[in-house]
């Protein structure tokens, strides 16, 4: 192993101090021994030697060399402040994501924003964005990205990559490759107060092209799940093929094992305790849903009509603007595991490459996408966001120091009955 940029920095410290009193003969042994310690090309590792520590007199001024300070590159500055400007537009307007995923969409989002009129940018600004690499991207960011961080916020993450199914009922093989087959699951708006009813987002995500459908509902019960789960089916732009979910009672029932029988739908559900099981679905639970609507505590009637509202312009935007990569394969190498992803694509590209679907489905995707403005999705995104936070809770949520806490060094107080009972159990 390598040593450290610091380590090298403070081994030319060092050794300079002694190549300089050396001899010719000797500074030839002192630079072999160095470039066999920092691996450093020979002639790089003399020039910093011999002006490592320097004095140069530059009129009044005395300037001494220091190996660990980097002069600061000087030359013609390609991305202008004008170029940064619109760069800066159009990352706040795709919801901050990262250049990966932001590079490959410049294409369709300049020619959306420039076709609705949302952006005026010189021929010499478009060009330079359409050329911009992702880690130009990245580091261009930077400095705007530091600015929109939230303190504080969840540290929970998505599982990793994990597909094992334990088939219920099965019609057909289950088919990653093919649009279709989809995972579901419910995430609760309870604010950190499970008791009562509060909404729930009943999260369905195709595995395949990462398609999410978003749905609100008043609690867990399993009609308005079922309810739900027909009316997304209805705007799906493919046929559901295939359903995977938890063990939840939500799902888990006769109800809709029966309409899966009926309607030939493959139904398989994950292992208990295991949300690696349905990845693709948790994730979506963290980037599409919790990103959106938070943490907070919705159990309104109120709440529930602005969740769905928000739900239907947020399905337009994430999967027909927003770029997903998927997971191609993983390589080990020594204790690393690296991961390799494909380019990233909206879900809406994905879609359209699919030989499985029709035609039609796909002149209704492309008839569809050409009326979308994604700055004008982005505002009425944010206006009901203001809206949704603006409408206090139906049920008032305790602050934490002011629940409950339970003392383990003192068993609970048992009720007078119990007491006896256990009294006359002993004697």
């Keep these: 192993m390598g040593l450290t940029m610091k380590e090298k920095q403070a081994v030319t410290a060092v050794m300079s101090a002694e190549y300089k009193k050396a001899s010719k003969k000797a500074k030839g042994a002192i630079l072999d021994r160095f470039v066999e310690i920092t691996k450093y090309a020979r002639r790089y590792a003399a020039r910093l030697l011999r002006l490592h520590g320097k004095k140069v007199r530059v009129r009044k001024t005395t300037i001494i060399g220091d190996a660990r300070k980097r002069s600061e590159r000087k030359g013609h500055r390609i991305y202008t402040e004008e170029v940064i400007e619109a760069l800066i537009q159009i990352w706040m307007i795709m919801d901050c994501i990262c250049g990966k995923r932001l590079q490959p969409a410049l294409p369709n989002v300049i020619a959306a924003l420039k076709r609705h009129r949302e952006i005026r940018m010189s021929t010499t600004t478009e060009r330079k964005l359409l050329k911009i690499s992702a880690s130009t991207i990245d580091r261009v960011l930077a400095p705007e990205r530091k600015k929109q961080i939230v303190k504080g916020r969840s540290l929970t993450k998505p599982g990793s990559m994990l597909k094992h199914q334990i088939p219920i009922r099965t ?218 936070v603006a409408i206090p809770p139906g049920r008032r949520v305790l602050p934490a120091p002011a629940r409950a806490r339970i003392n383990l060094a003192r068993p609970p107080r048992l009720p007078p009955t119990i007491k006896a009972a256990k009294r006359r159990k002993i004697a």
Aim: contains cysteine.
């Design 171 to 388: 019609f057909s093989e289950w088919n990653e490759a093919r649009p279709g087959f989809v995972e579901i699951d419910l995430v609760g708006h309870d604010g950190g107060d499970p008791n009562g009813d509060f909404c729930q987002t009943l999260d369905v995500t195709d595995v395949c092209t990462g398609w999410t459908e978003t749905r609100a509902v008043r609690n867990k019960a399993q009609v308005w799940v079922f309810q739900a789960l027909t009316h997304i089916r209805r705007n799906l732009p493919c046929p559901l093929l295939g359903i995977d979910s938890d063990n939840g009672s939500e799902f888990i029932n006769h109800h809709l094992l029966a309409y899966c029988q009926k309607e030939q739908i493959t139904f398989t559900r994950a292992r208990p305790s295991r949300k690696n099981d349905n990845c693709f679905v948790e994730e979506k639970n963290a980037s599409v849903v919790r990103r959106n609507v938070g943490y907070r505590r919705y159990d309104t009637p109120e709440h529930l009509e602005i969740l769905n509202q928000l739900y239907d312009i947020l399905r337009l935007y994430t999967n027909f603007f927003l770029p997903v990569s998927k997971l191609i394969r993983k390589l080990r190498i020594g204790s690393k595991i690296q991961k390799v992803h494909d380019k990233s694509q909206t879900p809406f590209e994905r879609m359209l490459a699919s030989p499985h679907l029709t035609r039609a489905h796909k002149n209704h995707l492309r008839d569809l996408a050409a009326t979308l403005n994604v700055a004008q999705l982005k505002r009425n995104i944010i206006a009901l966001q203001e809206q949704l």
